[in-house]
């Protein structure tokens, strides 16, 4: 059975304060796996897809990095607007084009200014 | 602009009662998939649909039916035998050869 566990539930950074978020995950076999943004009451905005170990991908303060049994989403020098859950998704390979998504439980970040 | 929408944004029923919820898409997207999401839970897969008139179980389906008429649209019934109806329910769409999912706004279902 495929899982996801994010760390930490929670994080509560200043303004400017780096740090990662983690994924780590196991599947049968990686097709991809997603980073997701979701605000309160509401649905969950795209960030990333990584398919492969070592691949890296960047959206303005954000990086996310991918190994064979973990992601981390680096957020630098954060802004109080980067608070949200950030949800974390993986897609084992399947015999169609589609296939579900197991999610993570999310973190929530705060960012103080 | 091209999107996924949900309606209504809040829903309020009484136990025992039926409910619809609707999901419309514009972006062409050819699957289309239905989520629950529980505080401190993930998102979990309710039902999902690859093509018109064709849909399949996700990991909770009992007590949900689904149907697909039309390529843009993708209707969730919450019945009376759904133990625990309250949640937050999202709505996503994928196009063929993609893999990424992208949601509408979601609805609040309340029973009490």
């Known amino acids: 059975e495929d899982q996801v566990t994010q760390s930490p539930e929670a994080l509560r950074l200043q303004e400017g304060e780096s740090s990662s978020l983690n994924c780590s995950y196991t599947?049968?076999?990686?097709?991809?796996l997603f980073w997701y943004r979701q605000d309160p009451g509401k649905g969950p905005e795209f960030l990333f897809t990584?398919?492969?170990a070592g691949e890296e991908k960047e959206k303005e303060r954000l990086k996310a990095t991918l190994t064979k049994k973990e992601s981390f989403l680096h957020i630098t020098a954060p802004k109080p607007e980067d608070s949200a859950t950030y949800l974390c998704?993986?897609?084992?390979?399947?015999?169609?084009?589609?296939?579900?998504?197991?999610f993570g439980q999310g973190t929530i970040l705060t960012v103080h200014p | 602009d091209g999107g996924i929408t949900q309606s209504p944004k809040y829903l309020f029923r009484k136990e025992g009662q039926n409910v619809t919820l609707s999901c419309e898409q514009n972006?062409?997207?050819?699957?289309m998939y239905w989520y629950r999401q529980d505080p401190g839970q993930g998102l979990r897969l309710i039902y999902y649909?690859?093509?018109?008139?064709?849909?399949q179980k996700g990991d909770i389906a009992e007590g949900y039916s689904v149907s697909r008429e039309k390529k843009e649209s993708f209707p969730l019934t919450v019945t009376s035998a759904q133990k625990n109806p309250t949640a937050f329910y999202l709505c996503?769409?994928?196009?063929?050869?993609?893999?990424?999912?992208?949601f509408g706004p979601g609805t609040r279902l309340t029973v009490t």
């Open positions: 599947v049968s076999g990686l097709r991809g």
């Open positions: 996503a769409s994928s196009r063929r050869g993609q893999y990424e999912q992208y």
């Open positions: 972006l062409n997207h050819d699957a």
């Open positions: 998704a993986v897609q084992a390979v399947s015999g169609t084009s589609y296939g579900k998504l197991t």
């Open positions: 990584l398919y492969s």
């Open positions: 649909s690859q093509i018109v008139n064709d849909f």
